[in-house]
């Protein structure tokens, strides 16, 4: 191997080509299916160059339908194929959803582990661009709730590539939520912090790790997807007043990495969670539970940030109103501060 | 193609097994659940859909596949899971809730997975459709042998994974046979009732595709037509559709009291009833006696019989492995 020394930044969408595009060289079993992921490349950016180098009956246009095509992915993972197929929005899942949570997370628990369906099936989420509530939601409660699949949602490019060369190589089905304002497409507003280095070479991040991506010592802050972002930027701020915030980018859903978080609550005796998808019955609920039922010391009740329980609105003052940000991350704090 | 001698008896056996393994469930099935209907209670609980009378669209299909081909069934799936060769010890366990069932007790009756010869169902209608589609598509990009069979009843001919599978298959020219059992009831609503056509092989041409209609739950003739279908397939022609008239002789589900019948609808059926009539058949056209017949009832109850044995004496898995196998 070169020695790599040269910083290489790519996009999210960029990463996560590479990553399909290196497997699929290297195991004729990976194909990718789904809606305009052709010679288009994907809405997202996320399968560009895969057609010109793969060709049409491994990087397949599909047409729109997603019943056919999401049970389509299940049988021929059950066959031995390890296909990668793309929802394009994760808000589309009503459609497909049976394929989905009845045969994908349940078949090999159905054949006592004799059938295995490694499909990766990876979704655009996220909003902040006024698409309103059909083209907007997260949704990650909604995958994380159900058993039987695993769920993983990078911050940056890094970690979209080797999750997702993780993801191709598991044997169990797994979700790939990438948000859309962290794709790196400029019509979809780009958070300039998702770009980073992403070596050439092939590498795994490991399925069910948390990253601490910031350490601090007085509060944490956990994320995932654009709400890590939030968090930085939270931390920054803090941090001129003398605030040291510890960041940690959860990364996976499904298995989701308790302790990473926990043994920061213990050191920090804060915990503040910050997500996109819907305040209620979510990810923010189920992390301050983890941290809680543990007997963990805190110094102050946790707090989440999350999106409120409504559809998502289009007009922009409304959905810019609506959305996590760093500053409701330090309003948080400061409530903490107070009681 | 006329099925062979063989050909008949194979299938007219796994006829025999199948109808004999059903009555033998349905008698299992009951035994604790009287006086006041219970669906939990006894050694075989929950839901129970029998396929008596659906015997000939097993039979007929399956007398052309291999292990190595795939099968998708439906909520009603033993027939079919017997004539594609699903072990009969371990299937029989499963809906018994053991652990030497398929999964060890995790599926029961209508999540049956038999890797080794390509079998499985759901209980959701129309759902297997994509998964055979995606097998099928699986072999192509493979260059593997191979064709997949969807099994649905008429009801699920309205769904939408019906619709968009038969597109599907369709637009890639995947080796898909499409299978419907037709017997008139979707639980208690009648074809004519839910359906905007008489005949769902008349769909198949709005996806490009042949379409067949069998009538008379007449094995012969669905071995004819599912033969045509499969070895089109085989031979890279693209998908069909076969719309089989069959005939429900149970239930929609144990416990089923089958009061939307019209009067007389049952005795009807059962004055149809396929299993003689192949035996009248075999014997006119073939040299099989009765005591022929006889031995291959002998044999198909203690096939039969010997399943129900290995069920019944083997135990339930501690309960904490149903922790087990949500992950490979």
Request: charged residues 25%.
């Amino acid at each position: 191997m070169s020695v790599a020394t040269k910083e290489r930044k790519l996009t999210i969408a960029r990463a996560m080509a590479e990553a399909i595009a290196q497997e699929m060289r290297i195991d004729e079993r990976v194909f990718v299916m789904g809606e305009d992921i052709g010679p288009l490349g994907g809405v997202f950016g996320n399968t560009r160059g895969l057609f010109d180098e793969f060709g049409a009956e491994r990087v397949r246009d599909t047409p729109i339908s997603e019943t056919a095509f999401m049970g389509a992915a299940v049988g021929a993972a059950s066959d031995g194929m390890r296909p990668i197929v793309e929802l394009m929005f994760v808000d589309f899942f009503g459609v497909c959803f049976d394929a989905i949570y009845n045969s994908m997370a349940k078949n090999t628990y159905f054949s006592g582990g004799e059938v295995k369906v490694p499909v990766v099936l990876m979704t655009s989420t996220g909003g902040g661009y006024s698409d309103a509530g059909q083209h907007s939601q997260c949704l990650h409660a909604t995958f994380a709730h159900l058993p039987g699949m695993k769920v993983v949602a990078p911050s940056n490019a890094y970690d979209a590539k080797g999750l997702m060369t993780a993801a191709i190589r598991d044997d169990n089905p797994v979700i790939f939520m990438f948000h859309k304002a962290l794709q790196g497409m400029g019509w979809l507003g780009t958070e300039r912090d998702a770009i980073v280095h992403v070596p050439e070479e092939s590498y795994e991040i490991p399925i069910g790790k948390a990253a601490v991506v910031k350490e601090g010592t007085d509060v944490t802050i956990v994320g995932l997807t654009s709400g890590v972002h939030h968090g930085l930027k939270a931390a920054r701020t803090l941090a001129e007043r003398g605030v040291s915030a510890e960041v940690i980018d959860i990364r996976s859903l499904v298995p989701l990495d308790r302790e990473t978080i926990i043994n920061s609550v213990k050191k920090t005796g804060r915990l503040i969670v910050v997500d996109e998808d819907y305040h209620s019955y979510g990810v923010t609920g189920e992390i301050i539970t983890s941290v809680v039922e543990q007997g963990v010391a805190l110094k102050a009740a946790p707090k989440r940030v999350a999106y409120p329980d409504i559809p998502i609105p289009f007009a922009r003052p409304m959905e810019q109103w609506a959305l996590p940000n760093a500053e409701k991350i330090i309003t948080a704090f400061e409530l903490m501060e107070k009681n | 193609m006329k099925p062979n001698r063989e050909q008949q008896l194979w299938m007219y056996e796994h006829m025999l097994i199948s109808r004999y393994f059903e009555e033998t469930i349905e008698k299992i099935y009951m035994e604790g659940k009287l006086p006041a209907f219970n669906m939990a209670n006894g050694p075989i609980p929950g839901e129970m859909h029998l396929s008596n009378g659906q015997e000939p669209c097993a039979v007929g299909v399956c007398a052309h596949l291999t292990a190595t081909d795939i099968v998708t069934s439906t909520h009603r799936p033993h027939h079919v899971a017997i004539a594609k060769g699903v072990d009969l010890n371990k299937m029989t366990a499963e809906i018994f809730g053991k652990a030497t069932g398929l999964s060890g007790g995790r599926g029961g009756h209508m999540h049956i997975f038999d890797a080794k010869v390509n079998f499985s169902c759901s209980g959701i209608i129309a759902q297997g459709m994509g998964p055979a589609v995606g097998a099928a598509l699986s072999r192509k990009l493979q260059n593997k042998e191979g064709v997949a069979i969807a099994y649905i009843g008429e009801g699920a001919a309205n769904q939408g994974a019906f619709h968009e599978s038969l597109n599907l298959a369709s637009v890639w020219k995947l080796p898909v046979v499409f299978i419907i059992e037709d017997n008139a009831w979707g639980i208690s609503v009648a074809k004519t009732a839910s359906t905007a056509i008489e005949r769902n092989d008349q769909r198949a041409a709005a996806y490009g595709m042949p379409g067949y209609a069998v009538e008379n739950n007449d094995p012969i003739a669905i071995f004819e037509a599912a033969g045509e279908a499969i070895e089109r397939a085989r031979s890279g022609g693209g998908p069909s559709l076969i719309e089989i008239e069959t005939y429900r002789l149970a239930g929609h589900f144990m416990g089923d009291a089958e009061g939307y019948r019209p009067k007389g609808e049952k005795d009807a059926l059962f004055a149809k009833d396929p299993i003689p009539k192949f035996r009248e058949h075999l014997a006119a056209n073939f040299d099989w006696s009765n005591s022929d017949d006889e031995a291959m009832v002998k044999k198909a109850h203690e096939k039969v019989d010997a399943a129900i044995e290995f069920a019944r004496n083997s135990e339930y898995a501690p309960v904490e492995e149903a922790l087990e196998k949500v992950f490979v």
